[in-house]
Each structure stands twice: as structure tokens, then as C-alpha cells.
């Protein structure tokens, strides 16, 4: 694979001094890898956490149903009561909103 690149140059076919003209200049495949190397230093960003954050006002009925849950066995102190399945619904319902847009950004 090569990398083609344009650089300016001066050329006197154009007006006057001041006209500039493109030449083509080949890069070898590996320096083309070592820019890339060098661009490649800055985080990637998750777009999964973005997508989270906006669909949750969208999961408001199960993510109140597990706040109630919470309140209702805040005195448990035997260890018995959990509101697992009220946490997991509200996840599965952030999930798949977030499914819908995620994939499509995904490469």
C-alpha cells in the first residue's frame, strides 16, 4: 500500500511568483504505519458510556421501580431481601436503547 502526498511548490507556469503547484510524492507502506503509530497516541474515546448516559432519562420506569425496591428493604438486616431483579431490568432496558445507536459506530 502507498501513501500519496501533496506538497506545494513553487512554479513559475502559473501567475508569476506567487503560483504554486502539487506533486505527487509516494510514501512507502511503512512510514505510512509510523505516522499512523504517532496519531494513534491519543485515548480512544468509548462512545458506549456517552450512549448510556443519554438513554437513561429514557428508563425511567424501571430504574424507579428499583429505587422503591431499595427503600422498601433498607431495614432488612437478615440479607434475605435483594433487588437484583429490579437492577438487572433497568440495565436491560439502558442495554438496548444504547444497542440502537452503538452498532452503527461501531467500525
Not at 508569476?16 to 497516541?41: C, E, K, N, Y
Not at 429514557?58 to 433487588?83: F, M, S
Amino acid at each position: 500500500m502507498l501513501l500519496v502526498v501533496l506538497r506545494p511548490w513553487k512554479s513559475k507556469t502559473f501567475s508569476g511568483s506567487r503560483g504554486f503547484a502539487f506533486r505527487f510524492q509516494l510514501v512507502p507502506h511503512l512510514i505510512h504505519q509510523v505516522l499512523q503509530t504517532i496519531m494513534a497516541d491519543e485515548e480512544p474515546v468509548d462512545p458506549k458510556q456517552y450512549l448510556e448516559e443519554t438513554c437513561k432519562p429514557k428508563c425511567v420506569r424501571p430504574l424507579r421501580a428499583y429505587q422503591l425496591c431499595v427503600e422498601r428493604i433498607k431495614g432488612d438486616e437478615t440479607g434475605h431481601k435483594h433487588c437484583t431483579g429490579q437492577y438487572f431490568d433497568y440495565w436491560k432496558c439502558v442495554d438496548n436503547c444504547v444497542a440502537l445507536k452503538l452498532f452503527v459506530k461501531l467500525k
